[in-house]
């Protein structure tokens, strides 16, 4: 066992952490018979080895290991073994945006090359892989089929295999595995797509495995878009159905390992085998590892489902059907009435990723998913709690079931027991009440009124309060409060900043001392934070901030732009004289100013508007910059302050065409020129027709995406409609 592991100058290899003088016991580990040194070994290299799917020299030194313990079958849990071998040998080297992420300039630039090297030193080794196909393990058996798809360099004999296996194969999880590596074979070799298109499109109407002919149909799906059925909703719809009664009567509940016979595949020459299959030897430690975190998770998010790998599968096919927005909506509607709760919280997280990226008519589902509120599934609560706080104003369809849900909530209270009651817990309390307010459901205020009385609030409620307009402004007493309790310490921007947001929300003037008392005694940390901060709360007071003019002026001195500018912006709020604001703000309009000072007084010169006239001169620079937020403010600015759309306007046209993040701001500004920006029309007119969000973005997204998104609309018709009526 590891027959030369010695002969390797570890110490002149590294990974992540350094030297890679640790790894010959972490391959040790692997082969242990105890379940918890497996998995710290495990993790261990993954956290260092193979460091974010890093492939180190050291990595590369430990593949020949690897295999040897892959083949052994004495090994345990080498099913971990095989994934991380997928993971190292797996990387596309002909994907342009994988390669773009190596930088050579990079301190911590690992090389193409390691990425080749491995690639190569598993494909040479992976016909170890065709053996486990068979593998007693179901784990084993689970994990081989990715890594003959995706590593095995003889495709055709790889997909010959797997057909074979799926005929003998009884654990449905490993069935559905080597289905999805028929597909990625497919998707990879376009020489034997055709003929795995048409296998997989008889797999899906012979197998009498409902959820072996949604994993074919899934695969399908990806492997010819082109030629998804018309009638797909329905198609999906009833082989979920007929999953749920299949696992009902056969009392299946935490996943269903085991598999009914399947039809013959004539061309194989072979039958479906029916009957169970052994589980994985022994039970798992409880361990703090990250390997183990990820293993307790998945095993807590399957307890008590009857098909838990149906979520898989229609993640696999909403990712197919991509901008097929209706049939997409449609499917998942269906789940939402589905009588399995299961299926309804696939489709709350499948639904997140769809309204996210494409836009769409979501009453129905928003309306559906708010209904999941009363379901004495905790879990469903929370996942239907956690898609409703993302969408604001699209939230309104579940508006009245949030009400409803809050209103038997004792948690406002000071409760924060869940049981057979129904009562929901703090968290899934306040993200219900969260939901509301973005939503700008008025019916959201005493109950915000309620939560402020508590000890602690969550700061999002806080943010959210600009959304209810003057219904909120009878929150300004307990705001107040709350500022004043607030210590003027260290941690003083994090406690204040929300409540001063809030404040200027609701236009609570009356605070004014406790928001002067916060301005005059910031502490050095964060000092020029916590000023901005209070001096925005200033300028929405208006006159109502009079009586801080002698500290706004101090102010406009200020080292910090953002602080200049913000008291600026306050003190003409405050008293409406131009005579020492412009001077100040224009003193940031200079060559050799930063892009983020010069923004920081061009947006406060656009918030005084035409009785900045006399900047004009000094903006105009601007446009000019170099950096596009520099050329954005200014022109929005210069608009703003001399109505010259002539100049504004094609500077604000070039730059919604570069930057994406830029066009709320541009709308904003093209809806306030309405008829001067008749040229925008056909800009404004594209952007209304896109299926896409515009800031959509892969493998991410921020809880304000959508209400961005959603914003940029609604300014986009506001400003067509006012060109339309300048028009006659």
């Known amino acids: 066992m590891l027959t030369g592991i010695e002969e390797v100058d570890w110490a002149s290899l590294g990974h992540a952490y350094g030297p890679a003088d640790d790894v010959p016991a972490l391959l040790r580990g692997l082969a242990s018979a105890d379940p918890a040194e497996r998995e710290t070994a495990l993790d261990g290299m993954y956290g260092a080895v193979h460091h974010q799917g890093d492939v180190y020299d050291s990595t590369l030194a430990c593949i020949p290991f690897l295999i040897e313990l892959v083949a052994d079958p004495a090994v345990q849990d080498r099913g971990g073994i095989v994934e991380l071998l997928t993971s190292i040998g797996g990387i596309e080297l002909d994907d342009d945006e994988e390669l773009d992420e190596f930088d050579p300039d990079d301190e911590e630039f690992i090389p193409a090359a390691n990425y080749a090297m491995a690639a190569a030193a598993i494909a040479a080794g992976s016909d170890v892989f065709l053996g486990l196909v068979g593998d007693p393990d179901p784990e084993v058996r689970l994990a081989a089929p990715c890594a003959l798809a995706s590593l095995h360099p003889e495709p055709a004999r790889v997909l010959t295999l797997l057909r074979e296996r799926l005929t003998v194969e009884?654990?449905?999880?490993?069935?559905?595995?080597?289905?999805a590596a028929v597909g990625r074979i497919a998707l990879r070799h376009a020489s034997l797509r055709s003929e795995t298109v048409e296998w997989l499109d008889w797999l899906a109407r012979a197998a009498q495995d409902p959820g072996l002919r949604l994993a074919s149909l899934a695969q399908l799906a990806r492997c010819a878009p082109n030629e998804i059925p018309d009638d797909i909703v329905r198609w999906v719809t009833e082989l979920l159905e007929e999953i749920r009664t299949v696992a009902l009567r056969d009392g299946r509940g935490s996943g269903g390992r085991s598999g009914d016979a399947l039809l013959d595949d004539p061309r194989d020459g072979g039958g479906f085998a029916g009957g169970?299959?052994?589980?994985?030897?022994?039970?798992?430690?409880g361990v703090p590892t990250l390997a183990g975190q990820v293993r307790e998770f998945l095993e807590e998010h399957?307890?008590?489902?009857?098909?838990p790998w149906t979520e898989e599968l229609l993640r696999t096919l909403h990712a197919a059907l991509d901008d097929r927005v209706d049939d997409r909506i449609a499917l998942i509607l269906a789940q939402l009435r589905s009588p399995d709760r299961w299926q309804r919280s696939d489709a709350i997280w499948l639904c997140g990723g769809l309204i996210r990226v494409w836009r769409g008519r979501y009453e129905e589902i928003v309306r559906l998913v708010g209904a999941q509120l009363h379901d004495p599934e905790p879990r469903l609560r929370e996942a239907a709690t956690s898609f409703l706080e993302r969408l604001f104003e699209l939230g309104g369809p579940a508006a009245d079931a949030l009400v409803i849900r809050l209103a038997g909530d004792p948690a406002l209270h000071g409760a924060s027991r869940d049981g057979a009651g129904g009562l929901v817990g703090r968290s899934v309390r306040d993200g219900a009440l969260l939901a509301l307010a973005r939503a700008?459901?008025?019916r959201a205020v005493p109950l915000l009124a309620r939560a402020l009385e508590e000890?602690?609030?969550?700061?999002?409620?806080?943010?959210?309060?600009?959304?209810?307009?003057?219904?909120?402004?009878?929150?300004?007493?307990?705001?107040?409060?709350?500022?004043a309790e607030v210590e003027l310490d260290d941690g003083l921007f994090d406690r204040a900043a929300p409540l001063l947001y809030a404040l200027a929300a609701v236009r609570g003037g009356q605070a004014l001392p406790e928001v002067l008392r916060v301005l005059r005694g910031a502490p050095e940390h964060r000092r020029d934070w916590v000023r901005e901060a209070a001096l925005r709360t200033l300028a929405a007071f208006g006159p109502a901030a009079r009586k801080a003019v002698p500290e706004l002026r101090g102010l406009l001195t200020a080292e910090s732009a953002a602080v200049s500018s913000a008291a600026a912006r306050a003190l003409w709020a405050a008293e409406g004289d131009q005579g020492d604001v412009l001077p100040a703000l224009e003193r940031w309009l200079r060559p050799g100013s930063?892009?983020?000072?010069?923004?920081?007084?061009?947006?406060?010169?656009?918030?005084?508007g035409p009785a900045a006239a006399g900047s004009a001169a000094a903006l105009r620079p601007g446009l000019a910059s170099r950096d596009l937020w520099v050329r954005v403010r200014s022109a929005a600015a210069l608009w703003r302050v001399s109505g010259r759309a002539d100049e504004a306007l094609p500077v604000?046209?070039?730059?919604?065409?570069?930057?994406?993040?830029?066009?709320?701001?541009i709308a904003e500004c093209l809806a306030e020129m309405g008829p001067a920006a008749s040229e925008a029309q056909l800009t404004i007119l594209t952007e209304l027709t896109r299926r896409g969000r515009h800031n959509a973005r892969e493998g991410g997204s921020g809880s304000h995406d959508i209400h961005q998104d959603e914003k940029l609309l609604t300014l986009c018709r506001a400003a067509l409609a006012r060109m339309e009526r300048g028009a006659f």
């Open 170 to 179: 009884r654990d449905t999880e490993v069935r559905l595995a080597l289905v």
């Open 276 to 285: 169970g299959c052994p589980g994985a030897d022994g039970g798992w430690p």
């Open 302 to 307: 399957a307890a008590g489902r009857p098909a």
């Open 440 to 442: 700008g459901d008025t």
């Open 455 to 483: 000890p602690d609030v969550r700061r999002e409620l806080l943010y959210a309060m600009d959304g209810l307009g003057p219904a909120a402004a009878g929150l300004a007493p307990l705001l107040r409060r709350r500022l």
């Open 594 to 608: 930063s892009a983020p000072e010069w923004c920081c007084a061009a947006l406060a010169l656009g918030a005084i």
């Open 652 to 665: 604000l046209l070039a730059a919604w065409e570069e930057n994406r993040h830029a066009r709320v701001d």
